[in-house]
């Protein structure tokens, strides 16, 4: 008891960091997109709306890190809540899943001209890589004058 008595606030301080680090690994292991929007990839989407509308106020970017941080262990503390009340099989059920992307999705005209110009649209892919490479190449002779 002495010991914690004399460190209290290394010790509250490493319990702090130490739950971030936690908090972060989480974050770092679990999927990045779902269509659903599940874990903490609500959170991301959130952070990646409000940060450009900060315009780069640097008060402004770190209140939104700090919003996206406290999104993330309100992620982490629903997660232990829900099993607790025994509504999912394990504490991070909720942020460690099997992602659901979407289909690319070609409706039927697209495929049906892609089909019937297959090569049409072959050839006028190569010619603009062809293009690409002259105006690359001019760029560069114009560098070098």
């Known amino acids: 008891m002495a010991f914690l008595k004399n460190h209290w606030f290394g010790f509250l301080l490493s319990l702090v960091v130490g739950g971030y680090f936690v908090v972060f ?6 999927p990045k997109q ?5 874990g903490f990839v609500k959170c991301s ?4 709306e409000n940060m450009p509308q900060c315009g780069g106020g640097k008060w402004c970017l770190l209140t939104e890190v700090l919003r996206n941080g406290w999104c993330d ?6 997660g ?11 504490p991070w059920a909720n942020y460690f899943f ?3 992307e979407a289909e690319p ?4 005209e697209a495929l049906d001209y892609y089909q019937k110009n297959r090569e049409n649209l072959k050839k006028s892919m190569e010619r603009i890589k062809q ?6 190449e001019k760029a560069v002779k114009h560098e070098e004058n």
């Open 98 to 100: 099997e992602p659901l």
């Open 80 to 90: 232990v809540a829900l099993w607790a009340a025994g509504k999912q099989a394990t």
């Open 45 to 48: 989407a959130a952070l990646s």
């Open 34 to 38: 779902d269509i659903r929007q599940r």
């Open 73 to 78: 262990v309100k992620v982490v503390g629903e």
């Open 25 to 30: 690994l989480l974050v770092l292991f679990a």
């Open 131 to 136: 293009l690409n490479q002259e105006l690359e």
């Open 105 to 108: 999705q070609m409706s039927a």
